[in-house]
Nanobody, 123 residues
Framework: QVQLVESGGGLVQPGGSLRLSCVLS????????VAWFRQAPGKERQFVAA????????TYADSAQGRFTISRDNAKNTVYLQMNNLKPEDTAVYSC????????????????WGQGTQVTVSS
């Protein structure tokens, strides 16, 4: 059974930064591509970024491009999302997800999900 646990969320002022972490356990971490999604209250879940199992490829939503960076450390079974220049519209619950498929951006392609971590951007 694959388990994912996110951490690193919190309250930050506009323009600030946060780094989210996602730890995968239960299976071989390097067998999965991992993505971050987010969901704000009353809105649909939204793709943020994904990274391939080898860390050689990444893809970002337009809203994340240039501000967010996804990375992974296979030795630590961890994927990171560095978020800079945060805006109030980035406020959401951020969840990581794992897939055996290659670098997908649709939530239904991801079989395993974490519980999420709240990110609030407010002054």
């Amino acid at each position: 059974q694959v388990q994912l646990v996110e951490s690193g969320g919190g309250l930050v002022q506009p323009g600030g930064s946060l780094r989210l972490s996602c730890v995968l356990s239960g299976r071989t971490f390097s067998s999965y591509d991992v993505a971050w999604f987010r969901q704000a209250p009353g809105k649909e879940r939204q793709f943020v970024a994904a990274i391939s199992r080898s860390a050689g490829r990444t893809t970002y939503a337009d809203s994340a491009q240039g501000r967010f960076t996804i990375s992974r450390d296979n030795a630590k079974n961890t994927v990171y999302l560095q978020m800079n220049n945060l805006k109030p519209e980035d406020t959401a619950v951020y969840s990581c997800a794992a897939s055996s498929a290659v670098l997908r951006i649709n939530a239904f392609d991801y079989r395993y999900w974490g519980q999420g971590t709240q990110v609030t951007v407010s002054s």
